[in-house]
């Protein structure tokens, strides 16, 4: 049975934001607040944050949330984290060493090149589901170790932690006495066997990584510590689950089933399905730790990670001036029926899945002298559905179970013209979760899994949830049309 009082205080600690929220036992958002976090780009594809601001952002939306109501201390904590990103830090004195290295940057290709050259992409793929890219978080530890005078001696003697964000959050939360992450973020590390569920000696041999600089890794759903006093937030409150952002949306979206598959709309864009057993993708996409229960219950998922979906609107917006990039694009792009054979290839960064290219390079192709900025504007907001459908038909296929309706959340994903445009493109309906929160609320589902608010995945299916539908309308001879020109501007951006 479900628990009717009590909250449990969830984290989303994301790329440009972090919201906290109060989730009672139904599920339901009882307060919340947000801040903003901001990102740097020191050279071209460098991507950097600072882990103090990152720190300080969760503290004051904490602080916030939990003066914005009267209620009693929560019974738990639930984190979510952006994945992939890299914090360096002094065990002695929990200081950063270094700017946060963000999922999105691509500083080590050169590495990763060097790895492939010497005949490892297999061998990595093979024990962690991964392809060999400077996304994942393993190239970024190694550069930061390089980076740092005597680095690697001091990683290896234990006076250095890396970590991805959830670790970060946890040492500070816990005062610095606990550092840990859970399965699915080291699963995005590629030291990480997602068979054995350990950190494997030869990829850290591989990447050159200390052990003793990594993290514990636990279960998704576990008691990782207990808080500190910070502000509002009271000393003893335990910390009962920790999963990567993507992750917590399918969990929140209730896809615990194979044939389940969502698609997170965010800076960059996230399709995932859990699968019967390990499936090891031939196509491009990752195999995962979808979350653990326990170690004995691990669902696992292939997923496709696209590097920039929701960025490249942003882009958009501030290349022609615009104040409120994002609202105004959408506005732009409302003023027409389609792109009218203009296509934008956002490939700011390389190509991730299915593509994993980092050579290619973005491209607006197409262009009239009746092209407008409104159809510029629509052809950006239809990359985000072309890449969505890119990694959705090779997804199908590999997983070797009919998909039959899309799963959307994040914020893209509140734009009716997008999801419309979506479901057409895809030929299948889209089921859009009207929650912006629908990651936080994964991250709590998991404590609530932990501290007994809730016993069964059932019961969490039967928790109310706000959805749209948006039905395919589209012809299939239009449909495969426009899906053949985009087919065409990506071959062209892969030269």
């Not at 297999?122 to 970024?140: H, M, N, Q, V």
């Not at 001091?154 to 006076?159: C, D, L, V």
């Not at 850290?204 to 990584?209: C, D, P």
Request: aromatic content about 8%; overall charge negative.
């Amino acid at each position: 049975m479900m628990r009717e009082n009590g909250t449990i205080l969830a984290i989303d600690q994301g790329t440009t934001n972090t919201k906290v929220l109060l989730i009672d036992g139904q599920g339901r958002v009882v307060a919340q607040s947000s801040r903003p976090v901001a990102q740097w780009y020191p050279q071209p594809s460098w991507v950097e944050q600072d882990a103090d601001h990152l720190w300080q952002s969760v503290c004051q939306a904490i602080d916030a949330c939990l003066a914005s109501v009267d209620a009693p201390r929560p019974e738990a904590i639930a984190i979510t984290n952006q994945r992939e990103s890299v914090v360096m830090w002094d065990r002695k004195s929990g200081r950063p060493l270094a700017p946060v290295i963000g999922w999105q940057c691509r500083r080590t290709a050169d590495f990763c090149t060097h790895l492939r050259e010497q005949g490892l992409a297999s061998f990595i793929a093979e024990r962690t589901g991964l392809t060999l890219d400077p996304l994942f978080s393993a190239s970024k530890m190694r550069w930061l170790l390089d980076h740092l005078e005597n680095g690697q001696q001091r990683a290896a003697s234990g006076e250095i932690c890396l970590g991805t964000v959830d670790s970060w959050l946890l040492w500070n939360l816990t005062g610095g006495r606990v550092h840990a992450c859970d399965f699915t973020n080291a699963a995005r590390t590629q030291v990480f066997d997602i068979r054995t569920l350990e950190w494997s000696d030869d990829l850290l041999s591989v990447f050159g990584i200390p052990r003793a600089a990594l993290p514990d890794a636990h279960p998704s759903k576990a008691r990782f510590g207990s808080s500190v006093a910070l502000g509002h937030l009271p000393a003893g409150v335990p910390i009962m689950s920790m999963i990567g952002d993507s992750h917590a949306a399918l969990f929140g979206q209730a896809g615990f089933v194979p044939g389940s598959v969502k698609a997170t709309y965010g800076t960059g864009s996230s399709l995932m399905t859990p699968t019967r057993e390990m499936v090891v993708s031939k196509c491009g996409l990752s195999t995962t730790i979808a979350w653990a229960l326990d170690r004995e219950h691990v669902t696992y998922a292939l997923e496709g990670n696209i590097s920039v979906t929701g960025a490249a609107v942003q882009w958009l917006g501030e290349f022609l001036g615009t104040k409120e990039p994002t609202v105004e694009i959408a506005r732009l792009a409302d003023q027409v029926e389609s792109a009218e054979g203009l296509y934008l290839v956002p490939a700011f960064v390389g190509l991730g899945a299915p593509h994993w290219n980092d050579a290619a390079r973005g491209l607006i192709c197409g262009m009239t002298h009746g092209s407008t900025a409104a159809h510029l504007a629509r052809a950006a907001l239809e990359a985000i559905a072309y890449q969505i459908r890119d990694v959705f038909d090779i997804m199908e296929t590999e997983a070797q179970t009919e998909l039959k309706v899309l799963l959307a959340d994040g914020g893209a994903s509140q734009n009716p013209t997008l999801m419309q445009f979506q479901a057409d493109i895809i030929g299948h309906p889209v089921l859009q979760n009207t929650s912006a929160d629908v990651s936080a609320l994964g991250a709590a589902y998991l404590a609530g899994l932990t501290t007994g608010y809730w016993q069964t995945l059932d019961e969490i299916t039967q928790l109310s949830r706000q959805q749209n539908i948006f039905e395919p309308h589209m012809s299939a001879s239009c449909r495969e049309a426009l899906y053949a020109g985009w087919q065409t501007a990506i071959a062209r951006a892969l030269l």
